[in-house]
């Protein structure tokens, strides 16, 4: 079992930046890969970026690419998300999941999700 928390989420204008983390507890952290969703009011759930086991590997969405960055930290077993030139178009619940299986993209098997943590961007 993983248990995932998510926090770091906020109400921030449009053109800032915000963090979020994912502390992870229960299985060995550094065995799992790592992905941020984010689903906005109306809309399916869509994935944002992935990262494997070393932070080696990541995959980004076209949506995101050059603003967000995926980065993690095994000793403290949490997994950021740096969110740069942020966008109302962002405005979503993000939520982090993991898979066990090592894969990273939107396409991989996410067995694990986090409860996620609300971001809005005002124009």
């Known amino acids: 079992q993983v248990q995932l928390i998510e926090s770091g989420g906020g109400l921030v204008q449009a053109g800032g930046s915000l963090r979020l983390s994912c502390a992870a507890s229960?299985?060995?952290?550094?065995?799992?890969?790592l992905g941020w969703f984010r689903q906005a009011p109306g809309k399916e759930r869509e994935f944002v970026v992935a990262i494997n086991w070393s932070g080696v590997s990541t995959y980004y969405a076209d949506s995101v690419k050059g603003r967000f960055t995926i980065s993690r930290d095994n000793a403290k077993t949490t997994v950021y998300l740096e969110m740069n030139s942020l966008k109302p178009e962002d405005t979503a619940i993000y939520s982090c999941?993991?898979?066990?299986?090592?894969?990273?993209?939107?396409?991989?098997?996410?067995?694990?999700w986090g409860q996620g943590t609300q971001v809005t961007v005002s124009s």
């Open positions: 229960g299985r060995t952290f550094s065995s799992l890969a």
């Open positions: 999941a993991a898979n066990v299986f090592g894969c990273v993209g939107p396409k991989c098997v996410y067995r694990y």
